[in-house]
């Protein structure tokens, strides 16, 4: 199985700030990965596949980088509705697809 | 609209089982792979199990291959997962997703989930 690690697992932040988020996957999956936002309470939501491809609706605040084994999301002036728990997922190999841990952003 | 809607949960003892359904609309159902994703309270999200679009492929996580059986009836639109001998450890809030039309493995919509306790 190919394991995912996020890393912070927690991050205190203002708003404007720019906030990054790492995620490392065992093994290469090329640009196989994706990024969702997770707010409490509620289902994951789509930001970026494909590594860098932001999902149409997701703000250009949003950003994502990598291929190999090493991703960054990047959230360029961090907003309000941001505050929220991010989850990385590799879908270079299917079974099983894995998320890493999830790194929760919440407000210094 | 893509709109999933789960159902089915509820409160189990340990050894139980239940039969988790996800009604789909808003897309061409039968076309789409489709994925069960779990959440145990406090924790991250795992994949479950997953379908092809014609039910002829089916994957499963070790945790809960044998136990669970995943499904779909195209002609409802609706996805199953029916759940056997459930452990305490399946407590979790249980989401359909709706992977893209080429067959990538990301979810690009899900439902809003259903809670399964594991409980005597």
């Known amino acids: 199985d190919i394991q995912m690690t996020q890393s912070p697992s927690t991050l205190s932040a203002s708003v404007g700030d720019r906030v990054t988020i790492t995620c490392r996957a065992s093994?290469?999956?090329?640009?196989?990965l994706a990024w969702y936002q997770q707010k409490a309470g509620k289902a994951p939501k789509l930001l970026i596949y494909k590594a860098s491809t932001l999902e149409i609706g997701v703000p250009s605040r949003f950003s994502g980088s990598g291929s190999g084994t090493e991703f960054t999301l990047t959230i360029t002036s961090l907003q309000p509705d941001d505050f929220a728990t991010y989850y990385c997922q590799q879908y270079s190999s299917f079974s099983p697809l894995t998320f890493g841990g999830g790194t929760k952003v919440d407000i210094k | 609209e893509v709109h999933l809607v789960e159902s089915g949960g509820g409160l189990v003892q340990p050894g139980g089982s239940l039969r988790l359904s996800c009604a789909a609309s808003?897309?061409?159902?039968?076309?789409?792979?489709m994925s069960w994703v779990r959440q145990a309270p406090g924790r991250g999200l795992e994949w479950v199990s997953g379908i092809s679009g014609s039910g002829g492929n089916t994957y499963y996580a070790d945790s809960v291959k044998g136990r669970f059986t995943i499904s779909r009836d195209n002609s409802k639109n609706t996805l199953y997962l029916e759940m056997n001998s459930l452990r305490a450890e399946d407590t979790a809030e249980y989401y359909c997703?709706?992977?893209?039309?080429f067959g990538a493995g990301y979810f690009q919509n899900w439902g809003q989930g259903t809670l399964v306790s594991v409980s005597s």
């Open positions: 808003g897309f061409s159902f039968g076309n789409y792979a």
């Open positions: 093994q290469s999956i090329t640009t196989w």
């Open positions: 997703a709706k992977r893209p039309a």
